[in-house]
């Protein structure tokens, strides 16, 4: 299987975006990938009560052409994550999976709120957007694809549950700060890619959205021994990379961390939270 993580820069401009995203699936597709991940927010991206400004319905614009790049492309699609507008009227910071049909065959809604000072910008996505409460994973092919959003990478916990349901690889749709990218980014990535003995697709946006909300970008794929198997340093694009489960499989069983751990003494760390 080849995966490949998008890297672009979300603007107030939807039309612009949704064609750089078009674009860019062609192009990760015409390379071979089997599976796609874009970028959190990739449609729309802003702070606060502008969240709302880009919300809509998931039978909306940008997924029902996210949809179509799916089925045309015969690939599978991690939509990134975009604004949900739920049935209740309530926003979600929700993740679809679609697959070379173009059905959605998986919906992950953000758990972890980014409720944050960085760089002297605050950020409350829980005044806007309510959390999710599942831990989703959905399969392709011989892997089991787990979904998890930008700032849940830094809750262990979650990718443990995703690893419990059999995921071999996670899709981490993000929009990290440059502040927390630079130090954070790659160490985390790479660390729950070590926990869990799984590959991670890992696409960020990178630039600015307005002047001073700004993105590191750095998408990358890392395997489960942890390397970083490719990246985008700056700009945009895509890396895409081949998924060696054989080697995954090496992996798990000359290390066999994953069945030593001990949920008697540790419940919630073993996915308990979910």
């Known amino acids: 299987m080849k995966a490949a993580a998008i890297q672009m820069n979300t603007t107030r401009d939807r039309d612009r975006n949704l064609a750089t995203a078009g674009r860019l699936v062609a192009e990760a597709a ?13 449609p729309w991206i802003a702070r606060d009560e502008r969240i ?23 690939v599978h699609l991690v939509a990134g994550s975009f604004t949900e507008v739920r049935e209740d009227g309530t926003l979600s910071n929700t993740s679809p999976a679609i697959g070379p049909d173009g059905e959605v065959i998986a919906l992950y809604r953000k758990v972890h709120m980014f409720d944050a000072e960085v760089d002297g910008i605050e950020y409350r996505e829980s005044a806007f957007e309510d959390a999710g409460d599942e831990v989703v994973v959905f399969p392709l092919g011989e892997a089991m694809v787990g979904l998890a959003i930008c700032y849940d990478i ?12 059999g995921a071999t690889v996670v899709c981490l749709p993000s929009a990290f700060t440059p502040k927390t990218g630079r130090d954070h980014w790659e160490v985390l990535v790479r660390a729950r890619a070590i926990e ?17 909300f700004g993105f590191w970008g750095h998408s990358l794929v890392a395997d489960p021994w942890g390397r970083v198997i490719c990246a985008v340093d700056e700009g945009e694009g895509y ?26 003494l540790f419940p919630v760390a073993s996915g308990g939270a979910a």
């Open 196 to 212: 869990n003995q799984c590959f991670l697709v890992a696409a960020d946006q990178f630039g600015e959205a307005e002047p001073g």
């Open 30 to 42: 015409s390379a071979g990938a089997d599976l796609v991940v874009l970028p959190e927010k990739w």
């Open 239 to 264: 890396v895409i990379s081949d998924l060696d489960f054989d080697e995954l499989e090496r992996v798990r069983a000359d290390l066999p961390a994953l069945e030593h751990r001990r949920p008697d």
């Open 52 to 74: 709302r400004d880009g919300a809509e319905e998931l039978g909306g614009r940008a997924i029902t052409e996210a949809r179509s790049w799916a089925r045309d492309h015969g």
């Open 154 to 165: 830094r809750f262990p916990e979650l990718f443990m549950a995703l690893a419990e349901r």
